[in-house]
């Protein structure tokens, strides 16, 4: 379908004759571009091809791309620095699985070199087919004072919780720990009970050691004081370690877990164990959030100069509500359902910060409650010169 402009400015814009063949996407499109046209918010619709359809009047004021052009090439240049990889990361994986996404990231007016914060929201328009013929995009700008004071409010709320956490997640490993010293009391002669006291308080101080590693690493993060050692990584070698690890809680799920390696090359700069431990992080999410007897898909691919790693499940999925906030600290909140998740909230939190780390992009994709979820991180790739 071919936008057709009821004002005299974009009378001139060549459109491509892909995009003038492109099939009809709304009734009444003349309506939807006169109600846009009032709207504050730059909206703007793209073509599966990566094509700019249509902008209303901010989106042109704002950014000076036109119909006809490349809809990322032109408007990366206005993403800040920072966000550009993430920003594209999250547009391209958006054209790959077809999903609406939710990215926070700053942006400037072609303009003006000021940069303003907003919160920019994707969805795929389907034909009758269940195709996606385009995308309809919305831009709000965050009212700093607004978003302070909300962020205040959720972090104290988040802190009270976090402490109940604490105590809750403490009190999981120490109660059987208090059960093995009385039993050990009464059959500390018995060698056979011995055994098995010993290796159930190796496995709940080991729990303790993991909450605790979470905490620290988290408070590094934050105060920017945790940093990680880059050299030449295979990726094959961090999924079998992260496999190995995360084994137990799957066979304890009896979930079945598959595994796939499309590349021969799979070397990163990174640092080993933390990126084994972001895998083993989503991994055990995945495990932790699949009803017992699910599936598991665990793969390995390269694209371009990019190596991607995709956990995904068939377990009771993300809310379109929960989905942006399912990387914070401290967010317990279950995907799907008003159901609280186990531990502490930190493991995503943790494998976010790790990743971008790394220069690399953890995204998470859901089409909602009871229909799975799937992590997908992506790091570039080593030089191979």
Same mark, same amino acid.
């Given at each position: 379908?071919?936008?057709?402009?009821?004002?005299?400015?974009?009378?001139?814009?060549?459109?491509?004759?892909?995009?003038? /063949?492109?099939?009809?996407?709304? &009734? %009444?499109?003349?309506?939807?571009?006169?109600?846009?046209?009032?709207?504050?918010?730059?909206?703007?619709?793209?073509?599966?091809?990566?094509?700019?359809? #249509?902008?209303?009047?901010?989106?042109?004021?704002?950014?000076?791309?036109?119909?006809?052009?490349?809809?990322?090439?032109?408007?990366?240049?206005?993403?800040?620095? &920072?966000?550009? $990889?993430?920003?594209?990361?999250?547009?391209? $994986?958006?054209?790959?699985?077809?999903?609406? #996404?939710?990215?926070?990231?700053?942006?400037?007016?072609?303009?003006?070199?000021? #940069?303003?914060?907003?919160?920019?929201?994707?969805?795929?328009?389907?034909?009758?087919?269940?195709?996606?013929?385009?995308?309809?995009?919305?831009?709000?700008? #965050?009212?700093?004072?607004?978003?302070?004071?909300?962020?205040?409010?959720?972090?104290?709320?988040? /802190?009270?919780?976090?402490?109940?956490?604490?105590?809750?997640?403490?009190?999981?490993?120490?109660?059987?720990?208090?059960?093995?010293?009385?039993?050990?009391?009464?059959?500390?002669?018995?060698?056979?009970?011995?055994?098995?006291?010993?290796?159930?308080?190796?496995?709940?101080?080991?729990?303790?050691?993991?909450?605790? !590693? *979470?905490?620290?690493?988290?408070?590094?993060?934050?105060?920017?004081?945790?940093?990680?050692?880059? *050299?030449?990584?295979?990726?094959?070698?961090?999924?079998?370690?992260?496999? !190995?690890?995360? $084994?137990?809680?799957?066979?304890?799920?009896?979930?079945?877990?598959?595994?796939?390696?499309?590349?021969?090359?799979?070397?990163?700069?990174? *640092?080993?164990?933390?990126?084994? $431990?972001?895998?083993?992080?989503? =991994?055990?999410?995945?495990?932790?959030?699949?009803? /017992?007897?699910?599936?598991?898909?665990?793969?390995?691919?390269? &694209?371009?100069?990019?190596?991607?790693?995709?956990?995904?499940?068939?377990?009771?999925?993300?809310?379109?509500?929960?989905?942006?906030?399912?990387?914070?600290?401290?967010?317990?909140?279950?995907?799907?359902?008003?159901?609280?998740?186990?531990?502490?909230? =930190?493991?995503?939190?943790?494998?976010?910060?790790?990743?971008?780390?790394?220069?690399?992009?953890?995204?998470?994709?859901?089409?909602?409650?009871?229909? %799975?979820?799937?992590?997908?991180?992506?790091?570039?790739?080593?030089?191979?010169?």
């Amino acid at each position: 379908m071919r936008w057709h402009a009821p004002w005299p400015r974009r009378l001139a814009i060549p459109v491509s004759p892909s995009l003038a /063949k492109a099939p009809r996407i709304f &009734e %009444g499109e003349k309506c939807f571009e006169e109600l846009a046209d009032v709207m504050t918010e730059p909206i703007w619709v793209v073509h599966p091809d990566g094509k700019l359809l #249509y902008g209303n009047r901010r989106w042109h004021s704002l950014t000076g791309i036109s119909e006809g052009e490349d809809f990322a090439d032109g408007f990366i240049t206005l993403v800040h620095p &920072e966000d550009q $990889q993430r920003w594209i990361g999250a547009w391209q $994986q958006a054209l790959r699985t077809r999903n609406s #996404y939710g990215i926070e990231r700053r942006v400037r007016c072609a303009l003006d070199p000021k #940069y303003v914060r907003q919160l920019e929201r994707a969805q795929p328009v389907r034909n009758s087919d269940g195709d996606v013929v385009a995308w309809v995009l919305i831009a709000t700008t #965050y009212d700093e004072n607004l978003q302070l004071i909300e962020g205040l409010r959720r972090a104290a709320v988040r /802190k009270d919780e976090a402490l109940m956490a604490v105590a809750h997640e403490l009190r999981g490993p120490l109660a059987p720990i208090a059960s093995a010293v009385e039993l050990l009391k009464h059959r500390g002669s018995d060698p056979r009970c011995v055994a098995d006291v010993r290796a159930l308080i190796t496995r709940q101080v080991a729990q303790l050691m993991r909450l605790v !590693e *979470d905490l620290l690493d988290l408070g590094r993060l934050e105060h920017r004081q945790l940093s990680v050692r880059k *050299d030449c990584v295979d990726l094959r070698c961090v999924l079998a370690a992260a496999v !190995e690890a995360a $084994q137990p809680i799957i066979t304890a799920h009896r979930h079945r877990l598959t595994t796939t390696a499309r590349t021969d090359t799979a070397v990163v700069h990174g *640092d080993e164990g933390r990126l084994t $431990q972001v895998v083993v992080n989503l =991994l055990i999410n995945a495990a932790k959030f699949t009803p /017992k007897g699910g599936r598991i898909w665990l793969s390995l691919e390269k &694209e371009d100069s990019s190596l991607f790693v995709r956990v995904r499940d068939t377990g009771i999925g993300i809310s379109g509500d929960m989905l942006p906030h399912i990387f914070d600290a401290y967010v317990r909140a279950v995907r799907g359902a008003s159901r609280r998740g186990s531990g502490l909230g =930190l493991g995503l939190a943790l494998a976010q910060q790790l990743v971008r780390l790394h220069d690399g992009v953890l995204t998470a994709h859901s089409e909602g409650a009871g229909k %799975g979820t799937e992590f997908v991180l992506q790091l570039p790739a080593a030089s191979q010169h």
